[in-house]
Nanobody, 116 residues
């Protein structure tokens, strides 16, 4: 059983920053999706299991950065936050596909709210 544990969400003002973390019980390609009420789950970013390759979705490119440590933790640094970034953010992991088109595993989700 793979466990993904997210942390770091909360409330930020527009233009502010937050950093999300996700620790897995093993080493996988990992990344983030998000979902706001009434919307489909949206890809945010992904990174290979060694961290050599990264991909960011168009809506966050230039503002969010995914990274990982030498262990099993992935980070999402979110800068210049906008109200439309408000969503539940889900950590995801995959054994083989680093683009996370259909992740094998999901975290429980963590709320990010951007509001003044």
């Amino acid at each position: 059983q793979v466990h993904l544990v997210e942390s770091g969400g909360g409330l930020a003002q527009p233009g502010g920053s937050l950093r999300l973390s996700c620790t897995a019980s093993g080493r996988y390609a990992m990344g983030w999706y998000r979902q706001s009420p009434g919307s489909d789950r949206e890809f945010v970013a992904s990174i290979t299991y060694k961290g050599a390759n990264k991909y960011h979705g168009a809506a966050v490119r230039g503002r969010f950065t995914i990274s990982r440590d030498t262990g099993n933790t992935v980070y999402l640094q979110m800068n210049n936050l906008k109200p439309e970034d408000t969503a539940v953010y889900y950590c995801a992991a995959d054994v083989t596909n680093w683009r996370l088109e259909r992740p094998d595993y999901w975290g429980q989700g963590i709320q990010v709210t951007v509001s003044s």
